[in-house]
């Protein structure tokens, strides 16, 4: 998916606000707006890894408020993000499985001959380049803790 994304969401916003389907417009503006800002910040054209970060960090936004509430015992607020996450991550490339984000770290670990913690940010740098938009960062992270602890 070396493609941009913003064309294609704006196209499903445009057929989404045709629709009527005013909550998957919502989200989508959301979406726009905020590759939007980031543009604005860069003063250029963002890229496709720039983009699939954005979408990233929007669904941890999220995730977080979800916890948030659900603490709260506010489920119908927690329901309208999940919904908001599962469209976002419509966008983004198939998330690689664990077992192959294991393989992936334990490669990488070999040919950068880490063997300790202080080589997490070089090995976290590697695997963020290879799976570029596939998995988590906190996934990642958490692989890597392990398999470097």
């Not at 070396?2 to 979406?31: C, F, H, Q, W, Y």
Request: without cysteine; aromatic residues 2%.
């Amino acid at each position: 998916m070396s493609d941009l994304l913003k064309p294609l969401i704006k196209e499903a916003s445009i057929r989404s606000l045709k629709d009527g389907n005013k909550e998957t417009t919502m989200v989508l503006r959301l979406i726009l707006a905020e590759f939007q800002k980031e543009e604005i910040s860069q003063g250029s054209e963002l890229n496709n890894s720039v983009e699939i970060s954005l979408l990233q960090k929007m669904i941890k936004q999220r995730n977080d408020s979800i916890k948030q509430y659900n603490d709260a015992g506010r489920n119908e607020l927690a329901e309208k993000e999940q919904k908001e996450i599962e469209m976002i991550q419509g966008f983004l490339p198939e998330q690689i499985n664990e077992e192959e984000l294991i393989k992936l770290a334990t490669e990488t670990i070999n040919d950068l001959s880490a063997d300790s913690m202080k080589d997490m940010g070089n090995v976290m740098k590697v695997l963020k380049d290879k799976t570029s938009g596939q998995a988590d960062p906190a996934a990642i992270s958490k692989v890597v803790k392990g398999l470097l602890s």
